[in-house]
């Protein structure tokens, strides 16, 4: 793997893995690894398990991709695993599974969710277990908690089991909030904290809201241009008609659902005088490796001209 690329997935915590090169990261409950691939640049397989399910996805980087490039991809597939979690087990819960409001460590459970957690997080604190003494009641081991095993992770933690026995100690280790890490992490847990939450917010600031945002144009049959642009190492997406810019925001991995969103507002704003919203990109980030998106973004656009 070039150096470049694994210096980024340094950045974020992955750490060398595998016989072939690979590098192998977490966010939360799911496990990430990173491959060089023949012809794509680099993969990025998201791995969730844990006793009831199974998931995994992929997605794909070029080699020069940007610690914000490779985030996005992270937060995106564990947005995916996310989703199947939670239309596999709570169906009627899952509508908000891909809303953006993405953070690496989720905080908003219910206060059910909440009480077990603060249960288990008094027994096995996530910033101090590994220097704290554990003894295990079945073969009377005895150590420090970064000797333990770890179990099956659950969203809100992981199981802990005795390094000799693999009797399983009581409670788990509750994963930590952005907000946790910021105040309690380490130095490193608190780069990462912090960039995934300057990240969320500067995307979540650049996209477009409502038809307020954007001019009053006098041409007919317009049909605006979709194109990819890399300004001070950022990567946007802007929307030009001619020679002007419409509107630019902030570049997602796989955004073919954020062309839509768009798309509608457009609709909303220029009504007959939009016929068409093109994409001019490669499709490497509007497609991702979804097979149905192409589909998506087509018939998106046969219903702008028929309308
Ligand atoms: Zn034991």
């Known amino acids: 793997m070039e150096e470049e690329l694994k210096k980024n997935l340094e950045t974020l915590k992955f750490k060398p893995f595998g016989y072939l090169g690979g590098m192998r990261g977490q966010m939360e409950d799911v496990i990430f690894t990173a491959n060089e691939h023949p012809l794509k640049g680099f993969w990025l397989v998201g791995d969730f398990s844990n006793s009831r399910e199974v998931g ?8 020069n991709a940007t610690v914000a490039e490779i985030a996005q991809l992270m937060i ?44 288990y997080r008094r027994d096995n604190d996530y910033f101090t277990y590994k220097t704290s003494e554990y003894k295990c009641s079945h073969c009377g081991w005895k150590g420090m908690g970064e000797e333990l095993e770890q179990g ?10 005795c390094p000799e026995c693999s009797e399983r100690f009581p409670g788990l280790i509750v994963f930590p909030t952005t907000k946790e890490l910021m105040e309690r992490g380490t130095e490193d847990d608190k780069i990462v904290a912090n960039y995934s939450n300057s ?44 020679t002007k810019v419409i509107w630019k925001e902030i570049r997602s991995y796989e955004y073919y659902w954020r062309f839509v969103e768009i798309g509608k507002i457009f609709k909303q704003k220029y009504g007959d005088k939009m016929v068409d919203l093109v994409p001019d990109v490669d499709g490497l980030y509007l497609y991702g490796d979804r097979l149905t998106s192409i589909k998506t973004i087509e018939n998106f656009r046969k219903e702008l001209r028929e309308i």
Do not use: C
């Open 56 to 63: 995994q996805v992929e997605g794909f980087l070029h080699k």
């Open 76 to 119: 995106n597939l564990y947005e995916r695993l996310k989703g199947m979690k939670e239309t596999k087990f709570e169906s009627k819960d899952s509508k908000d599974s891909f809303s953006n409001q993405v953070m690496l460590f989720p905080n908003k459970k219910e206060s059910k969710e909440n009480s077990k957690k603060e249960k």
């Open 152 to 161: 099956d992770m659950y969203d809100y933690g992981v199981e802990i089991h």
């Open 199 to 242: 990240f969320m917010e500067k995307w979540e600031n650049s996209k477009l809201r409502d038809i307020s945002q954007l001019p009053d144009l006098y041409d007919e049959n317009i049909a605006f241009i979709l194109k990819e642009v890399e300004e001070k190492k950022e990567s946007y997406i802007i929307i030009t008609h001619e």
